[in-house]
């Protein structure tokens, strides 16, 4: 199991340096969802927002998902002036983790789904969850997001997901 320092090292993909290296051009996410699906079950809110202070698993859970409320406060503030509309049914959080932002945003859309590769973050995101249904938390695995339908989500957010990422695998789930 790797250590949570390593939380940083994700970025790098550690291997032989090529994230499509896997046979038949597929991307191997095999070492991303081993490694945060470890740190999902050693320090996962501090593997999230690795503030120094809060290392050792001292995250205030009230203050954690608070940020996340903030987050989508001033997200949704901003989409509000753009010269787009879109309606409040479904909304998808890609990398949801343990549901920080999944939660936040039923502020303003009906149904959401938290999606992550890491089955343990998932596990807590279903545990941490306060609003019922309305929040569903699902496992994924792929390096695509084809178990939904085209055209299913109204509005997608992502944060401190697709940075660790290299543009190409970004671009496969974009
Ligand atoms: C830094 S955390 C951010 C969690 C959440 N977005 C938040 O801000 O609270 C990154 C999350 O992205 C997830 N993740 C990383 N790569 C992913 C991928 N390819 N597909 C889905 N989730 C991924 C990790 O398992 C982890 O839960």
Redesign the pocket.
Known sequence: MPRVDEAWTLGTFAGNGDPRSSREGVMD?GQ?KRH?NAF?KTDPLW???ALPDKKGNKWDMDEFFDR?EAEIGSVMAYARQLPVSFRSRRAL??????G??TQALTARFDELVG????PS?IRLARRYNRHGRRCRYVV?GE?NLRLFPSDHFDFVY????LQ??RPA?AKA?I
């Open positions: 996410l991303l945060w999902g593997a999230i927002i996340g959080d890609f990398g949801c983790g343990v920080r932002l999606v992550d590769v890491a973050m994924n390096d992502s944060n401190m997901v660790h990422m695998y789930y």
